[in-house]
């Protein structure tokens, strides 16, 4: 995928290397992208719900994320899920996630990838 489709996450860190920072990024992405929506057919960094991801020096990791409407069904347990597969990537501490909802999710912070499979053409 092209950066310019990446759904748009800040990703900030403290005292990693840039190397590391990176190389640690793709891994974490690639964990939430295992996580789907049950109601929607695309994972959720697809779908523009994480907002941000911080790395601690100890690689702790706090993630911000909301949902599709605040009403969503799995909203007691996306937050699990979520944790349950960064906690999955090797050297990782710590792990939190938030739940916010300002900004509201919109449908433009979707990747391409994701508006594609929705066929949001």
């Known amino acids: ?3 310019a489709a990446e759904p748009k ?8 290397a840039p190397e590391e920072l990176e190389e640690l990024t793709q ?3 690639r964990e939430l992208k295992t996580v789907f929506d049950p109601e929607i057919p695309v994972d ?3 779908l523009g719900l994480i907002y941000k991801i911080d ?7 706090t993630v911000d994320m ?4 605040p009403a969503c069904p799995v909203a007691g347990e996306m937050p699990g899920w979520v944790k349950d597969a960064v906690a999955k990537v090797p050297g990782v501490g710590e792990v939190t996630v938030n739940m ?3 900004p509201p999710w ?9 508006k594609l499979e929705l066929n949001m053409f």
Not at 9 to 16: D, F, I, M, Y
């Open 1 to 3: 995928m092209s950066a």
């Open 9 to 16: 996450v800040a990703v900030a860190a403290q005292g990693l």
């Open 27 to 29: 891994a974490l992405i």
């Open 44 to 46: 959720i960094y697809e």
């Open 55 to 61: 790395v601690s020096d100890k690689k702790d990791i």
């Open 66 to 69: 909301t949902l599709t409407a």
């Open 100 to 102: 916010v909802f300002d």
């Open 106 to 114: 919109t449908p433009e912070r979707m990747s391409e990838e994701a």
